[in-house]
């Protein structure tokens, strides 16, 4: 069974909401992404997001954004962050990876190809903002073809409204609901009515529901707990970890305390 799939589950059975961070390949540099994704682990996260740095993130704020554009100044590329995780699995971390990426990035290295490196290195799931439901054949048929090949997981919007049913059908992982309109960063400026719409992707899922954009605190999702199976952070953990210059145990600190009260 895949990881994502491994841990989720467990989560359900023990009636525990998943907790799922965002942080950007490369940023401050790989060694230390290394370092973060290690601490998180150690502090319980869910899973992690491995945002792969891309020259033009249309779905992201200007944090990440800006965290793209230093990781590439940086010299981070696609085959950087593969080594790096290969890296990580070599050393016996075990969290589920997903890579937060853009289709011309998968595009670019070959579909087969980048498929194949995933599996070696050990990428669990991809999530791809800017490749449609519709046009998904492609990545899903080489993907299909492939043991232990990742996740191609969903996300959904508040005006997905006449197309959640279809994309919810056979999601795998989990979907990720988007709280707000616009790009990440925004502070917890949910959509109007964003109970109305998770209760819809929540009642034709068949995987979790996860929410995302926003996010700070769990307080900022504990009116939809009800509702959702976790909670995403991106935007407001990289500048966390950009305030306290990328502190591991910064970055521990607030997984713990995010999980604890997200399940509390």
Not at 26 to 37: A, F, Q, S, V
Not at 59 to 83: H, K, L, M, R, W
Not at 95 to 110: A, C, D, E, K, S
């Amino acid at each position: 069974m895949n990881r994502i799939e491994d841990r989720l589950n467990k989560l359900k059975s023990d009636n525990k909401k998943a907790f799922i961070t965002y942080i950007t390949a490369g940023l401050p540099n790989i060694e230390k992404t290394k370092e973060l994704i290690k601490a998180q682990e150690a502090a319980g996260i869910d899973v992690i997001e491995l945002g792969v740095p891309f020259s033009d993130p249309i779905a992201d704020g200007p944090v990440i954004q800006q965290a793209s554009y230093e990781a590439i100044c940086g010299g981070v590329n696609i085959n950087t962050i593969f080594d790096a995780v290969e890296e990580l699995r070599s050393e016996g971390v075990k969290v589920p990876i997903v890579f937060m990426l853009y289709y011309n990035t998968i595009n670019h290295y070959g579909l087969k190809e980048f498929t194949d490196r995933c599996i070696s290195a050990g990428v669990d799931g991809l999530l791809i903002p800017d490749l449609p439901y519709e046009e998904q054949g492609d990545m899903k048929h080489v993907l299909d073809g492939k043991e232990n090949a990742p996740i191609l997981m969903q996300l959904v919007s508040p005006v997905s409204e006449e197309r959640i049913d279809m994309i919810a059908k056979d999601a795998k992982g989990f979907i990720y609901c988007v709280s707000s309109m616009g790009v990440t960063g925004q502070a917890a400026a949910f959509h109007k009515k964003v109970r109305e719409y998770l209760e819809h992707v929540k009642r034709v899922a068949k995987v979790p529901v996860m929410m995302g954009f926003g996010i700070r605190t769990a307080d900022d999702v504990a009116p939809l707990k009800d509702t959702i199976d976790g909670a995403i952070v991106g935007s407001y953990f990289i500048n966390l970890l950009r305030e306290n210059n990328f502190d591991a145990n910064v970055a521990a600190e607030y997984v713990s305390t995010f999980k604890k009260e997200l399940n509390s």
